[in-house]
């Protein structure tokens, strides 16, 4: 770069950091959880309008999850966990996706995946889930997050610029990326260690904030195994990567737990399956049809570990019958029947036990299961179809 | 490297609009009936306002994005349709038929992206449908039209980012120094009619660059106007009784 061209580089980064700096804009300042908060700012103002407009059009979607009771319970972790005054500035829904993940919306909406709940051992680590959303939510990570974006690529813009009229263009999106990544993995961890204090005061077990996350990658290694593929749990996610990797926040989180919490207790293993059971159905149904044979065998296995019940057996059932493989529809059937003996079976492991047998060529044997189904379930939707397999005139 | 890639290069960088176009296309053979009134029921626009920093992004703007709902809405009452004879809008819904409003909703936008993509536009046609104009919501939509008593329904999007003083600035520098052009501000919109009864998609009016400041009355209703251009007309009135 020639003197002049120096100069020019000079002038013009000088405006463009004028341009880039907005002045006498009124700085967010407090806690958003604070009753009665309304954003400050005109960016705060505008994240939280777009927000709210996602929350009205949530409200009225076919994935909302319309449990009261449910909802409730959620409110009550939250509550429990960062403190009566503080949880009521949050609002959580629930969503139908078979995903691991929650969000925080700036404006205070907190949504939870239903592929979350499944995976939950217990209620403290559903407190480290909503802790750590709930830290994104009082830290302002959304308003943060808008202002990185926008700084990246506005020097991107001026830096790119600047370049081609110097005559020696150069590529900042790698560096610039980069960096508002690494600050994103830097917000993520943050909110993981305001989850994890406040699961702390609130007298929760804190390890189980890192065993949600070795919990996933013993996952990744039977989805997996059962594909016959090398498990991707340590594989570098690169320099894009929104997240710190698990095997990061796993071991970062277990070193917090030996300092906050020491002495905490309470796990709330039997509170969790109180107040979440009565979804398992639905929960493992959308699980089943991920086509992730290794990942629901092992979730399946993880919920039995105080044994299998009457709806375990039936998904086991189901989820080999899906599969379908050569000796599945014969393995499926034994667990139908060992569910059918259970005092907690679910009316449908006798639809499942029918439909098994039927398609291994027991037709004899179909019919009494398929009998049994429809008199637990006189308004079956696939009545005819059932009665049709179990060879009776409709 | 040369300065035409590099142009390229800062185009594609800053997610400027693409090329200035606007389309529209009818049903073939539809006219409004001319022997009742026509009721057309307006569903909550999706209207989105921000403002684009140099880079490129977004901030929405809380305030231009109320001010603009409440400017457009008043635009459609006073800019009513041509081959309307009463605009009324659908009511806040809530429960199942929140969820019904809100499942078409989607259908609509699924529907009109199609038609955007596949159908509008030369470039990215589909050969099967480079002609004809066959789409629908189904009949099942005819449950809104009951709900907001309305003959047919009529889907407004506008979606506007204004170009940031940091955005213009660079505007001047790519040109003066870099030599590169670059757009500032987003301003696209679309407007879509459905048959109410038969759910069918009638008329559908797209642009990539409109004109109309949202953020004002006039240029509300200038947008109004550019949305509901070529809006299909009322069937010829037919001829009194002998």
């Known amino acids: ?394 | 490297m040369n300065r035409w890639f590099c142009a390229a290069l800062v185009v594609a960088l800053t997610s400027s609009a693409a090329l200035a176009q606007e389309k529209s296309a009818l049903k073939p053979g539809f006219v409004f009936p001319n022997d009742h009134p026509v009721r057309i029921l307006v569903f909550r626009p999706d209207v989105k306002v921000g403002s684009q920093s140099a880079g490129g992004i977004v901030t929405p703007m809380a305030d231009w994005t109320a001010e603009a709902r409440t400017f457009l809405a008043n635009a459609l009452v006073a800019g009513k349709p041509k081959g309307a004879s009463e605009i009324v809008f659908m009511p806040e819904l809530s429960g199942d038929d929140g969820v019904l409003l809100a499942e078409y909703r989607a259908l609509f936008r699924g529907v009109s992206d199609t038609v955007l993509q596949h159908r509008l536009f030369k470039g990215n046609r589909l050969p099967t449908k480079k002609t004809g104009f066959e789409y629908t919501l189904g009949t099942g939509v005819a449950r809104l039209g009951q709900i907001g008593g309305g003959d047919y329904g009529l889907f407004i999007t506008t979606d506007d980012a204004f170009g940031s003083t940091g955005r213009k600035m660079l505007q001047l520098f790519a040109a003066g120094i870099a030599g590169v052009g670059m757009s500032s501000g987003k301003h696209t919109g679309y407007a879509g009619l459905i048959d109410l009864k038969t759910g069918d998609l009638l008329w559908i009016n797209a642009d990539y660059a409109m004109g109309g400041n949202v953020r004002e009355a006039d240029g509300a209703s200038k947008r109004v106007a550019q949305l509901l251009e070529d809006f299909p007309l009322q069937g010829m009135p037919i001829a009194a009784a002998k």
């Open chain 1, 1 to 394: 770069m020639n003197l002049g061209n120096l100069r020019r580089f000079i002038a013009v980064a000088a405006i463009a950091w004028a341009s880039l700096s907005v002045a006498s804009e009124p700085k967010p300042f407090g806690s958003p959880a604070t009753h009665g908060y309304q954003p400050i700012g005109v960016d705060e103002k505008g994240i939280w309008a777009e927000s709210d407009e996602t929350e009205r059009e949530l409200k009225n979607s076919k994935l909302l999850v319309r449990d009261e009771k449910l909802t409730a319970y959620l409110n009550k972790v939250l509550c429990r966990e960062v403190g009566s005054e503080r949880c009521t500035a949050a609002r959580i829904y629930v969503v139908r996706q078979p995903f691991f993940n929650a969000s925080m919306y700036p404006n205070g909406m907190l949504t939870v995946f239903t592929g979350a709940l499944i995976r939950f051992r217990n209620e403290a680590q559903l407190a480290a889930v909503l802790g750590h959303e709930f830290g994104h939510f009082e830290a302002r990570h959304g308003l943060l997050g808008l202002k990185s974006r926008r700084n990246t690529a506005s020097w991107i813009n001026w830096l790119t610029v600047i370049s081609i009229g110097a005559g020696q263009y150069q590529d900042y999106r790698t560096a610039f990326w980069g960096n508002h990544y690494r600050f994103s993995r830097d917000q993520e961890r943050d909110a993981d260690f305001r989850g994890i204090r406040d699961m702390g005061t609130a007298g929760y077990r804190t390890l189980n904030a890192s065993q949600i996350w070795s919990g996933l990658r013993s996952e990744d290694d039977a989805t997996a195994t059962a594909r016959g593929v090398k498990s991707l749990k340590d594989s570098p996610q690169g320099l894009f990567a929104s997240h710190p990797m698990n095997a990061e926040r796993m071991t970062y989180l277990a070193d917090e737990a030996v300092k906050v919490g020491v002495g905490n207790d309470f796990d709330g293993a039997a509170e969790y399956e109180a107040a979440i059971s009565h979804l398992w159905p639905m929960l493992i149904d959308d699980q089943i049809k991920l086509n992730d044979f290794g990942g629901s065998e092992f979730l399946l296995a993880s919920l039995a570990t105080n044994g299998w019940t009457g709806p375990l057996l039936y998904a086991r059932g189901e989820l080999y019958r899906a599969r379908g493989r050569a000796t599945d529809v014969q393995q499926s059937a034994l667990f139908y029947r060992k569910a059918t003996g259970m005092p907690d079976a679910p009316a449908q492991a006798w639809r499942g036990l029918g439909l098994a047998l039927a398609r291994n060529g027991d037709r004899p044997g179909a019919k009494p299961a398929i009998d049994e189904y429809l008199k637990r379930n006189p308004q079956a939707g696939d009545k005819p179809m059932l009665l049709m397999i179990a060879g009776e005139a409709q």
